[in-house]
């Protein structure tokens, strides 16, 4: 038996919800034999990209709180992926830097990634995917 939803299709926090799950189903089918959630990726991504990132500018660039931020080091940090130590830059904080084994596997990440964002775009043309960004920017800024 189906179900219609009636005037609930048009709650938009249903509809953001429903396309947050479709692409959420996606990566994990994409990522699982790599065993990274979307916000692990998201931690070595930066990490890679800023070596002897904090963990206070890492929450804030990912929009996360501290505790959270270092849980999510914490078990990249157990399977030997990152590592921390003092910063090169300021005695006083404690930095993140990738491993080799972090190294390597941000790069299997990044394919990854790359075809999840492919699979992602091609329902849109340039223009509404351009016009998409936006809008959807204006709820998170």
């Not at 299709?9 to 996606?26: I, K, T």
């Not at 910063?87 to 080799?100: H, K, P």
């Amino acid at each position: 038996m189906t179900i219609g939803r009636g005037d609930l299709d048009r709650n938009l926090g249903l509809r953001l919800r429903r396309a947050h799950g479709a692409v959420q189903r996606h990566f994990v089918e994409h990522f699982a034999d790599l065993g990274l959630t979307q916000k692990q990726v998201s931690v070595l991504w930066l990490t890679g990209d800023h070596p002897d990132l904090a963990q206070a500018d890492l929450a804030q660039a990912l929009d996360m709180d501290r505790a959270t931020t270092m849980a999510l080091v914490h078990g990249l940090e157990k399977r030997g992926l990152v590592s921390r130590s003092p910063s090169r830059t300021d005695g006083r904080r404690i930095a993140f830097r990738l491993t080799d084994a972090g190294e390597a596997l941000l790069t299997q990440a990044k394919a990854a990634i790359a075809e999840h964002e492919a699979w992602l775009k091609a329902r849109f043309s340039k223009a509404e995917l351009a016009r998409l960004e936006e809008m959807l920017a204006r709820i998170y800024r």
